[in-house]
């Protein structure tokens, strides 16, 4: 009988511990995060504070990021793919390069963009100011913003003339630094590894299929695809690849990629008139590359 | 006149108690929030008014534009239904209304107790791409239902965002929603402007708050910020079976919302309704049995004004302004091709009303609204100036303690005065009040 109570209160002396523990870490994180409000964010002439958007952030974004950012809002269950967890601080669309921080102005895009084939909607009706704000908000989750800078915009050189030349080479870059292995020999999104990609969090994942939208989650010009790619998105198994790329050859793959979009663009035109198919360059099968 | 005084005295109780079923069918619809994974509060500054989100989701046929706007993208066990109820207790009181024991012959009226105002089955959403539906299935305190909205969309025609189109039964394109609206009492829970009739004036086809039978262009600039409609509608008030007869009303609207610094978005807008209806009808067995769609006798009338919702902060402010006319023969409830009564001329009147709203937060919201509405010329020369004008405040508050992507729950309070001059039986003014304590939920 002693005995079991002795084991009794040091069960509890333990459970009472481990919370208080826990209690006082979660104290100090939230502390440590209610410092953070003072986070700003500058976009062009814009200053937007974290602490002013508070009642802006639990009324359109805590159902899915929540209450503490970390993507768990209620309707999280729900969602695939899952609300971005903001006390990571890792995006997707960035114009820094890989495993940096996004500018101010990449977060302030995002949100007025949204992302495409996702839950995350465009937050466009909201004013610049708001938006500014909650750029600043979702920085203030993460300690990173505390210890890192943001890192250095990549440089895109200013976009040539399409050319059949271009498309060509294109083709080429696009069968070189193997994109097909994701998204498949014509872009569908079907290549050989396709379906066995997780994202960091373990969570499967499908890669871009070109012929079925002509938006992507990070932009819709020629410029946004030139840096989707050559920064990657981060999180996910879509890799930058600036560094097997050069920067004319990435021209020649914007231009090549825009032939496999459903929509009309001057690069599908001349490919139409040259008969470029998508999938390998002529010597090679059009069927999926053998591994 | 005396009769038409007491007509428009029980008019009022009617129309009081219509008002309370009428302005209740909003469309708020935890169906969407659902589909979405969205709070309510992302839609609705207030459930059931929308905010500029809600209003862009709206206009873009309920759709996010994300490519997941589809159904064939949900869970098979999705189901786009809602269900709104409001039980409540309320009390209605009437200063002057024509009683047989008074020894006057009028007297003040007061009831009270438990009541529901109804049920409304919303559903709504897209069948496709583009292609998108709302019904809304209101019955009445006994059950019998109607259908207040009962439309197809089909939306970014040609992909472009200036080409959506809307058929059926549907709420005119007012950015101050009366559906949407926050009040909910007998004599505050609709707009007077959106109803309002003059006295002695059988026109009941131009309430720009009634949902009507027509088809609506609606084109607006991607992000929303311009946005401008044209629809032709049956002059039938929104009633079934064409019972106005080939005639048509134009409603027309447009408005431009700007950002101002720290203040957030702003909008201004303006209507206009411009009108036929019938003033006669053929009968089959004498004057009491009109022949359905025989109406004749077309005369005119218009409704225009300005309209605005603007942001100071935690307060905003819905402002509606209306220019009215209605041709005499309306004017005098004459059926042409009769005699008018001498001199007579249309009916104008002039009206505003101004709703201020204190969001302390998504969950609780407070609401005052003051309306006048003055005649500028009656149809009967002689008429005293201020016959049949109104004046109504309201003030309410809406606190919802649950309010989340399933379903959302108000308690809701409210007070409303309202006086017409020269409304009484014996001709003096009519004030009659409401007091309404309830829950308004839906899910």
Redesign the interface.
């Known amino acids: 009988m002693r005995r079991m109570m002795l084991n009794g209160s040091l069960v509890l002396t333990a459970v009472v511990t481990v919370a208080l523990c826990s209690f006082s870490w979660a104290q100090a994180t939230k502390a440590e995060e209610d410092r953070r409000l003072g986070m700003e964010s500058h976009i062009g002439k814009l200053t937007g504070h974290a602490a002013a958007a508070q ?1 802006t952030y ?3 974004c ?3 990021h929540g209450v503490l950012g970390d993507g768990e809002g ?2 999280a269950q ?2 695939d793919p899952k609300p971005r967890n903001f006390t990571l601080g890792i995006f997707k669309c960035r114009s820094t390069t890989t495993g940096t921080l996004p500018l101010d102005s990449d977060l302030f895009d995002t949100i007025g963009r ?17 938006r500014a704000d909650l750029a600043a908000y979702v920085k203030h989750f993460s300690a990173r913003w505390v210890t890192e800078k943001p890192g250095t915009p990549i440089e895109i050189p200013k976009k040539p003339e399409v050319t059949a030349e271009r498309l060509k080479a294109g083709q080429e870059v696009f069968q070189r630094v193997e994109c097909w292995k994701c998204h498949g020999p014509t872009g569908m999104g079907n290549g050989p590894s396709a379906a066995t990609l997780t994202d960091d969090q373990n969570r499967p994942i499908l890669p871009y299929n070109f012929h079925d ?1 002509n ?1 992507f989650k990070c932009g819709t010009t020629d410029e946004d695809l030139y840096r989707i790619f050559m920064t990657g998105l981060d999180g996910t198994p879509m890799p930058s690849w600036s560094d097997n790329i050069k920067p004319d050859e990435a021209w020649d793959l914007v231009f090549y990629l825009r032939t496999l979009q459903p929509m009309k663009s001057k690069a599908k035109e001349i490919a139409r008139q040259i008969g470029l198919k998508p999938g390998a360059p002529s010597a090679a099968p059009a069927s999926a590359p053998q591994q | 006149m005396t009769s038409a005084r007491k007509r428009f005295a029980s008019g009022v109780l009617l129309a009081s108690l219509f008002l309370l079923f009428a302005a209740r069918d909003a469309n708020a619809l935890p169906a969407f929030a659902r589909k979405y994974g969205l709070r309510c509060s992302a839609c609705h500054e207030a459930w059931p008014m929308l905010n500029y989100f809600g209003q862009k989701f709206k206009d873009n046929g309920y759709q996010l534009m994300n490519d997941r706007d589809a159904p064939i993208w949900q869970n098979n066990g999705y189901w786009p239904v809602t269900i709104r109820i409001t039980p409540s207790w309320h009390r209605e009181s009437t200063d002057k209304v024509a009683v047989d024991q008074a020894a006057s012959g009028q007297q003040r009226v007061t009831s009270h107790g438990f009541d529901v105002g109804g049920l409304d089955l919303l559903s709504g959403g897209t069948l496709d791409k583009n292609l998108s539906f709302l019904f809304v299935l209101s019955s009445d305190e006994n059950a019998a239902f109607h259908f207040e909205s009962v439309n197809a969309r089909f939306d970014n025609l040609f992909g472009s965002p200036w080409l959506n189109l809307k058929v059926g039964k549907f709420e005119l394109d007012n950015i101050v929603s009366e559906k949407r609206g926050l009040t909910l009492s007998s004599s505050g829970g609709g707009f007077q402007l959106y109803h309002f009739v003059p006295l002695g004036d059988n026109n009941f086809v131009g309430q720009i708050g009634d949902n009507q039978f027509g088809l609506e262009w609606l084109g607006h600039s991607a992000n929303d910020r311009t946005r401008i409609s044209a629809a032709l509608i049956n002059s039938s008030d929104g009633n079934v079976d064409l019972p106005g007869s080939n005639s048509y009303t134009g409603f027309f609207a447009g408005s431009q919302a700007f950002e101002l610094g720290k203040l957030g978005t702003q909008r201004v807008g303006f209507y206009a309704m411009v009108g036929q209806a019938p003033t006669n009808t053929l009968t089959s067995g004498g004057p009491d049995f009109p022949i359905a769609g025989g109406g004749f006798g077309n005369k005119n009338f218009s409704r225009e004004g300005f309209n605005g919702i603007f942001y100071l902060g935690k307060l905003d402010f819905q402002v509606v302004t209306q220019h009215g006319s209605d041709d005499a023969y309306f004017a005098t409830s004459t059926a042409a091709p009769g005699a008018l009564p001498a001199g007579a001329r249309s009916a104008v009147w002039n009206g505003a009303f101004v709703e201020t709203h204190y969001v302390y937060s998504p969950q609780l919201i407070f609401i005052q609204r003051s309306e006048w509405l003055r005649m500028s010329q009656q149809a009967i020369p002689g008429t005293p100036s201020n016959l049949g004008d109104i004046d109504n405040y309201v003030f309410g508050y809406r606190y919802m303690p649950i309010m989340n992507s399933r379903a959302g729950f108000a308690i809701h309070n409210e007070y409303s005065w309202i006086r017409q001059r020269g409304g009484a039986p014996d001709g003096t003014d009519l004030t009659s009040n409401s007091l309404f304590l309830g829950f308004d939920f839906d899910f």
Not at chain 1, 114 to 130: H, I, K
């Open positions: 009642g639990r009324r359109y805590v159902g899915c209620e309707n729900w969602l949204g992302l495409d084939s996702s839950n995350m909607p465009s937050w466009n009706p909201l004013s610049s100011q708001e939208g938006r």
